[in-house]
T-cell receptor
Framework: QKEVEQNSGPLSVPEGAIASLNCTYSDRVSQSFFWYRQYSGKSPELIMSIYSNGDKEDGRFTAQLNKASQYVSLLIRDSQPSDSATYLC??????????FGQGTELSVKP | EPEVTQTPSHQVTQMGQEVILRCVPISNHLYFYWYRQILGQKVEFLVSFYNNEISEKSEIFDDQFSVERPDGSNFTLKIRSTKLEDSAMYFCAGSTGLTEAFFGQGTRLTVV
């Protein structure tokens, strides 16, 4: 079982729609969860961090965490073409390292 | 806004040569990491560094790899004898604690 799993996509949504990105993780004791955005050829850029169960909102982004289900998601409201990128879910393990999923490619069509 | 700086942005080297990739972390960061990403693949952990020593390393980080923080500011990754399969983007990252990690812009290493 992969440590952090994401659907690779591509996920295609029309401009203005809500994009929903999902991630599951295998290590039950993980406490820190992150979403990064990566444009092609660029480095990962932090979008959101979430540490407790529930929702966390920041502008058009909402992260959701359910530790019982070992599930993290990211919602992007009012999606824009500039949101087109690969979204990386990352989980920090007990030792401190970040473990990344393979990423979900998002395409927002004008 | 402070950022993690990596040099060079692109390095081409011949197989078997040694390369040193350099990183200047954000000044208040205490934890440092190297990751790599082979083209089209996921971001993979190589090594973490805290309090001037390696805290964790992956199976990828074999005897050919080493890390140093020689002068309290730069953080380097050395690959002693490069192989074709070492071609990848290498990212340096740092964090103040076990919280968010911020990444540099990366070094593209091409081994020919």
């Amino acid at each position: 079982q992969k440590e952090v799993e994401q659907n690779s996509g591509p996920l295609s949504v029309p401009e203005g729609a809500i994009a929903s990105l999902n991630c599951t993780y295998s290590d039950r004791v993980s406490q820190s969860f992150f979403w990064y955005r990566q444009y092609s050829g660029k480095s990962p850029e932090l979008i959101m961090s979430i540490y407790s169960n529930g929702d966390k909102e920041d502008g058009r982004f909402t992260a959701q965490l359910n530790k019982a289900s070992q599930y993290v998601s990211l919602l992007i409201r009012d999606s824009q073409p500039s949101d087109s990128a690969t979204y990386l879910c990352a989980v920090r393990n007990q030792g401190g390292k970040l473990i990344f999923g393979q990423g979900t490619e998002l395409s927002v069509k004008p | 806004e402070p950022e993690v700086t990596q040099t060079p942005s692109h390095q081409v080297t011949q197989m078997g040569q040694e390369v040193i990739l350099r990183c200047v972390p954000i000044s208040n960061h205490l934890y440092f990491y190297w990751y790599r990403q082979i083209l089209g693949q996921k971001v993979e952990f190589l090594v973490s560094f805290y309090n001037n020593e390696i805290s964790e390393k992956s199976e990828i980080f074999d005897d050919q790899f080493s890390v140093e923080r020689p002068d309290g500011s730069n953080f380097t990754l050395k690959i002693r004898s490069t192989k074709l399969e070492d071609s990848a983007m290498y990212f340096c990252a740092g964090s103040t604690g076990l919280t968010e990690a911020f990444f540099g812009q990366g070094t593209r290493l091409t081994v020919v």
